[in-house]
Nanobody, 118 residues
Framework: QVQLVESGGGLVQPGGSLRLACATSGNIYRFWRMAWHRQAPGQQHELVAG???????DYADSVQSRFAISRDSINNTVYLQMNSLKPDDTAVYYC????????????WGRGTQVTVSS
């Protein structure tokens, strides 16, 4: 049974930073890709950032140069460093694991709320 548990969300002022963590049960390298998604109320689900087994990362245009995805293979944890946060970044952030390149997300965490507000 694969478990993904997100943490690190909270309330932050515009311009601030947060680091989200996704703890996985087992070796993260068994997955082809790990990713972060988000969904704001009334908005579509959005893929924010992903990192594949080989280490290449990709980002949504809306977060490029502000967010950075990384991984810790010793602790089997994936991180999302979020800088220069904006109110539009307010959403529930979900971690996901992909078994193959054809997947759109096979395993999901329950999410962590990020609120950017003054």
């Amino acid at each position: 049974q694969v478990q993904l548990v997100e943490s690190g969300g909270g309330l932050v002022q515009p311009g601030g930073s947060l680091r989200l963590a996704c703890a996985t049960s087992g070796n993260i390298y068994r997955f082809w890709r790990m990713a972060w998604h988000r969904q704001a109320p009334g908005q579509q689900h959005e893929l924010v950032a992903g990192i594949i087994r080989g280490g290449s990362a990709d980002y949504a245009d809306s977060v490029q140069s502000r967010f950075a995805i990384s991984r810790d293979s010793i602790n089997n944890t994936v991180y999302l460093q979020m800088n220069s946060l904006k109110p539009d970044d307010t959403a529930v952030y979900y971690c996901s694991a992909y078994r193959s390149f054809a997947s759109t997300g096979d395993y999901w965490g329950r999410g962590t709320q990020v609120t950017v507000s003054s």
